[in-house]
């Protein structure tokens, strides 16, 4: 059991680290999308573009991505006090960390790498990216006209892709030439 509270520790540390991460990342100068214009144009949900990388517009994210983890860690000492805990319960205790990476609505790019909603990647872990054009066979065809004209942004890292819909061949255009600058200063600044 001791070594289930450890790993369980040194989960609910890394969401921590992470979580204070981005509220930096939040914090620094982006290279894209820095006009409204420009947030309008990038989806990672088909039915809203994003929101302004800021903690006033990322407010309500950040209160339930705080509360969650509070939660996590108040039912976590709880437990131990109470020696009430089994195997079963940390798996239940994950459940709300598990689709946290949409609590934010935000996509950015920034000098040192990106951030899609709760996660961010530096440049040194992307392989590459790709547009895949949404048409009739598009899981994302459908939802407006916007989409239906727009593409999907696939960017490989190394461990999970990241992905959000682009709606205008300007944004499209803007997104390639930074992600192609910027994955090649990396590989040969490595």
Known sequence: MLILDGLFLM???FYLYRFIRILFKMKQDRILPVA???MKDIRIEPQRPIDSPSVPSQ?????????SLLFIISVFI???STDFFDW???LLLFLPLVHSENLFNQFIILDDGLVKGSRYVPWGKIKSFSFVPIDINHQYFGFSKEVNDGYELKIESRF???RCIVTSDAMKE???QTLNERLTHT???G
Request: proline share 3%; glycine share 10%; no cysteine.
């Open 11 to 13: 989960i609910i540390g």
């Open 36 to 38: 409204n214009e420009e």
């Open 59 to 67: 407010k309500w994210g950040i209160i339930v991505y705080s509360m």
């Open 78 to 80: 709880i437990g131990i």
């Open 88 to 90: 079963s319960i940390y």
């Open 160 to 162: 999970l892709p990241i």
């Open 174 to 176: 803007k997104l390639n």
């Open 187 to 189: 590989k040969n600044k």
